[in-house]
């Protein structure tokens, strides 16, 4: 948790500095106009410049996406005025498309004509090219969906922000290898080289303005897929343009011609990427390890914790046997002998009885009967805590009487049906385990199914013991049931059984619907190695 909101505070700083630099690109290339300084329009001389209503179209990008944060989930003013800059920005796209396409003058390029000028009068500086056109279209429609996702978990916005990464970054390949055919169709049409760079950046923003949704959630996990996904992302982009940018370089040196350098761009790319590969299947056996390790060390707790309550049980059980069991036997014997003295007294003196020895008497039934009673609810706590059959016969045997007792006192129905398991006994951790899950889902059934007859099945396969548990009763949603915060208490049991059978390396799967049965079952592997681990 602590990981996690540290870095969405390192996201959100970066979204803030990405929004504060897209308004200070713009704001310096309109001083550039303003001032005619050429290296603030252009760059580099000769290369096409960023024009006036292009560097407008950022500043307002850049509030936009600032704004967007501001005042919460609610829809306040800021998010209100972030929209409408938002707005603009497509307008702008949309007319100077217009333009290219009805080769027609809708005064857009007159926009910021004013800031200027020569001898006092107003200078047109050029229209925006129209792969940046059609980058502002993208831009301010990502910047108006930024909060919608669909069903599937699609982020529009962020997909929207990754096509106009694709045609900056098309621009930019161009300015690396010097093919102007990829930036522009000529230095007045072209995109701009800090115009493609700051597209980059915008797209950047908009993906980070919800970094937990859509293709995001990934790359920020703390999952597998994120840790290898941060750590290839960036080579991936790299170097193929490295490669690319080599090959574009010696021919133009004249050291080989253009045959010799895509085979060299293919090579070097395999072995790059095979290098890719290998660091991330390495990085991923590494985690997996660490995960592996980790799932048996919480395999090796869960049978401490298991063998511990079990240990707990059995000396309880012990106690309520014999200790609570030779007092309650012996205050019952001093019951009986009282009772025969009063019986004894009472035919003796038959014709002298009195209200008082009658009444005592009945006390001394009642205190006879609470007495007994308290035995047989003793000697059931210490059968159910640690039944001995399981000890001395078997699983097979302290299931069969279980559930025996169990139908008795609930009324419902078991049809138990098994192979002889214990012909050949497994391992005591094993054996407890399936008693305790099977405890745990009769009571389950008593507790909440309504049902009025059981199913259990146990078999012993080649390899596996299987347990199936199924009821007629009323189904329910087992995965909404057992994730529910409202239902924490009554998934409790089932979050207990589960736990007990990975103690032992198998599988527990519940099927259940809202209106039918409920199966329960339990695979457990049964091989020699494995009885020897748990064991």
């Known amino acids: 948790m602590h990981r996690n909101c540290d870095t969405k505070s390192v996201l959100k700083r970066l979204s803030n500095f990405i929004n504060a630099a897209v308004v200070f690109i713009g704001c310096v290339v309109l001083a550039g106009w303003a001032f005619n300084v050429e290296r603030l329009r252009s760059v580099v001389p000769g290369l096409p410049e960023m024009v006036p209503n292009t560097a407008l179209a950022f500043v307002l990008a850049g509030i936009a996406l600032r704004l967007h944060g501001a005042g919460g989930a609610k829809l306040g003013y800021a998010k209100l005025a972030g929209r409408a800059c938002a707005l603009v920005v497509v307008a702008l796209g949309f007319l100077t498309i217009g333009e290219y396409l009805l080769n027609a003058d809708l005064y857009v390029d007159r926009l910021l004509a004013w800031i200027v000028t020569k001898d006092g009068e107003a200078v047109l500086t050029g229209r925006m090219s129209p792969h940046t056109s059609f ?234 009967m609470l007495t007994e009673q308290l035995t047989r609810e003793a000697r059931t706590m210490a059968w159910e805590l640690r039944p001995p059959e399981l000890d001395h016969f078997g699983l097979q045997a302290a299931l069969a009487r279980y559930v025996e007792q169990w139908s008795k006192r609930s009324g419902v129905t078991v049809d138990f049906v098994s192979d002889d398991i214990d012909e050949k006994r497994l391992s005591p951790q094993i054996e407890i385990v399936v008693y305790r899950v099977v405890q745990e889902a009769l009571t389950n059934v008593l507790k909440h199914a309504r049902a009025s007859s059981v199913s259990l099945i146990l078999e012993r396969r080649t390899h596996e013991l299987l347990v199936i548990v199924e009821d007629d009763g009323r189904g329910f949603d087992a995965e909404a049931f057992a994730n529910s915060s409202s239902s924490a208490n009554q998934s409790l049991g089932l979050l207990g059984m589960r736990e007990r059978v990975e103690s032992v390396h198998g599988t527990l799967n519940i099927e259940s619907g809202a209106n039918g049965n409920t199966t329960l079952v339990v695979r457990i592997p049964t091989s020699d190695e494995l009885e020897e681990n748990v064991s």
Request: proline share 1%.
């Open 135 to 368: 980058n502002f279209i993208i831009i301010g429609c990502a910047l108006l969906s930024a909060d919608i996702e669909t069903r599937g978990g699609v982020h529009a916005a962020q997909v929207l922000a990754l096509t106009s990464a694709s045609v900056s970054l098309v621009a930019l390949v161009g300015y690396v290898y010097g093919v102007t055919a990829l930036y522009g169709i000529s230095p007045q049409t072209g995109m701009a080289l800090h115009t493609a760079t700051t597209f980059l950046l915008i797209s950047a923003g908009i993906m980070l303005i919800h970094p937990d949704r859509g293709l995001m959630r990934l790359i920020t996990g703390n999952g597998l897929g994120g840790v290898v996904a941060r750590r290839l992302l960036a080579a991936t982009i790299v170097v193929p343009l490295l490669f690319g940018w080599l090959s574009v370089l010696g021919q133009r040196l004249n050291l080989y011609d253009a045959s010799v350098a895509s085979s060299l761009l293919v090579v070097g790319t395999i072995l790059a990427f095979s290098g890719l590969v290998w660091s991330g299947a390495t990085t991923l056996d590494r985690l997996d390890l660490k995960r592996r390790e980790a799932e048996d060390a919480r395999t090796r707790l869960l049978q401490r914790v298991v063998t511990a309550q079990e240990e707990e049980r059995h000396r309880l059980a012990r106690e309520l046997h014999d200790q609570m069991g030779q007092h309650l036997a012996a205050l019952t014997l001093q019951l009986e002998l009282h009772k025969s003295e009063v019986e004894v007294h009472k035919n003796q003196n038959r014709q002298n009885i009195d209200a008082t020895i009658t009444a005592k008497d009945e006390h001394l039934m009642q205190a006879l």
